[in-house]
């Protein structure tokens, strides 16, 4: 079985668990002293009271003058400290910023999609948040070394005393994003600079930095979706349009929006091919057979191809008998292999001419799909089915029914799940199963490497 990735609520309980002070009591919904509300928190967000607890002072409750409100993704999740009962230092540093102008601000909601102030309230994306405070450490760093290099003759001349004063050591990506900002320089002038870099290490460094860019905001934006328990018809296409600028009318479900993102950017960061192809036509077959369609088709590096079929990512792979206690293929991922089975059936016949694609045999469409670029060498064709995520392959053992509980410990039942799923895994000859989870994680992992 894959490396299980922990989900956001699950990072933010082992925060929660770690907390050793006794006088903290932490419920369901809240973390308290006493009568005292230190925050409130739920998958979605840490929200901070005014409050703050400090036991070694003698005054162990005090009551500050701004709130702060986390909302909870993989980047701000980050930003609690491992004192989680404190909201993070540098929110206070970050709020000083905006007092100079507006004094009345009392609360700050670091994170969502956003930059306003409404009433009291100061709205501020994780992006804004962390620029704001890489130019405060920045300008702090560069604070020291003016007054080092000022001081430096006094105490030569008067105690013959010598210090070493260095350069700074000055963000010019992050000065640059300040200029763009400021509007003194246009996209025109961004381009013409970047055609003046040389070629060799700088330049590949630039368009390194390009890539890591888009496969950072891919595989978070796909993440943020899987992390979804349930994904509803809209929920699917409020996302295809906030993420990635799909119109709304164009997105069935959620299967529909995995193929939209998977044919629009998986060539060469989810699954790394020389080509990818969505046919978006059906498979017609003279000989009786039902139509089928390919959701993407994949050419490898040896002119092979491979035909992915995707499936909901909030779908379980696996149902569970109790009276067996054994797991079982879910309906949907068994219609998939079925499915998975004819395609590499049709593909072996890619030249008969009774199999079309738009009028053509399989061979020739896919060929003409590529202006003639590609020639097909289908001699071992592939499916890849992705369906669900790692951490739901099954039901939960605690949202079994009490009755199936007692028949099974947690232990065994996860063990026997995992069992399952490496089963599942080495069950088919040119079938492979997958979860969205482990193409994203794969694909994070390439980048990783090839950054390095």
Do not use: H
Request: with cysteine; net charge positive.
């Amino acid at each position: 079985m894959g490396r299980v990735i922990k989900t956001i609520e699950q990072k933010l309980q082992t925060k929660l668990i770690k907390i050793s002070d006794a006088n903290i009591k932490v419920t369901k919904k809240q973390v308290r002293v006493g009568n005292n509300i230190l925050f409130k928190y739920s998958s979605d967000e840490v929200s901070y009271t005014k409050t703050r607890y400090f036991p070694r002072l003698k005054d162990e409750i005090v009551e500050d003058d701004y709130s702060v409100t986390i909302l909870l993704d993989v980047n701000t999740l980050g930003l609690l400290s491992s004192n989680i009962c404190k909201p993070p230092k540098k929110a206070k540093v970050v709020l000083g910023m905006f007092r100079d102008v507006r004094p009345d601000i009392d609360k700050i909601v670091i994170g969502g999609d956003q930059c306003k102030i409404q009433d009291n309230v100061l709205y501020i994306t994780y992006d804004l948040y962390s620029i704001l405070l890489s130019v405060d450490k920045e300008e702090g760093v560069d604070r020291k070394i003016r007054v080092k290099s000022r001081i430096a003759p006094f105490l030569k001349d008067n105690f013959n005393l010598k210090i070493d004063v260095v350069d700074g050591d000055r963000d010019y990506a992050l000065l640059l994003r300040e200029i763009i900002a400021d509007k003194k320089i246009s996209q025109t002038d961004i381009v013409a600079l970047t055609n003046e870099l040389e070629g060799g290490d700088n330049n590949e460094i630039v368009i390194k930095k390009q890539i890591n860019k888009q496969v950072d905001w891919l595989l978070g934006a796909m993440q943020s979706i899987i992390d979804l328990p349930k994904i509803t018809k809209e929920d699917a296409k409020n996302f295809g349009s906030s993420l990635f600028n799909f119109p709304k009318t164009s997105i069935s479900g959620p299967e529909d929006l995995m193929e939209k993102i998977l044919t629009k950017y998986g060539q060469n960061i989810i699954f790394g091919v020389p080509a990818l192809l969505n046919t978006n036509k059906y498979v017609i077959s003279m000989d009786g057979f039902p139509k089928c369609q390919f959701d993407i088709v994949l050419i490898n590096y040896l002119s092979d191809i491979e035909i992915v079929e995707l499936k909901r990512p909030d779908e379980y792979l696996f149902d569970y008998d109790p009276s067996r206690a054994k797991f079982y293929m879910c309906k949907a991922l068994s219609v998939a292999t079925a499915q998975s089975e004819r395609y590499i059936s049709t593909l072996y016949k890619e030249k008969n001419p009774d199999i079309k694609i738009n009028g053509k045999n399989i061979k020739e469409y896919i060929e003409s799909q590529f202006g003639g670029t590609i020639t097909l060498s289908i001699c071992r064709p592939k499916a890849l089915i992705i369906i669900g995520t790692i951490d739901k392959l099954a039901i939960k053992y605690d949202d079994l029914p009490i009755k199936e509980q007692a028949k099974v410990t947690k232990r065994s039942y996860n063990q026997n799940l995992n069992t399952a799923y490496k089963e599942l895994k080495s069950s088919f000859k040119n079938i492979e199963i997958t979860t969205y989870t482990e193409i994203i994680e794969g694909a994070r992992l390439r980048s990783q490497l090839e950054s390095d």
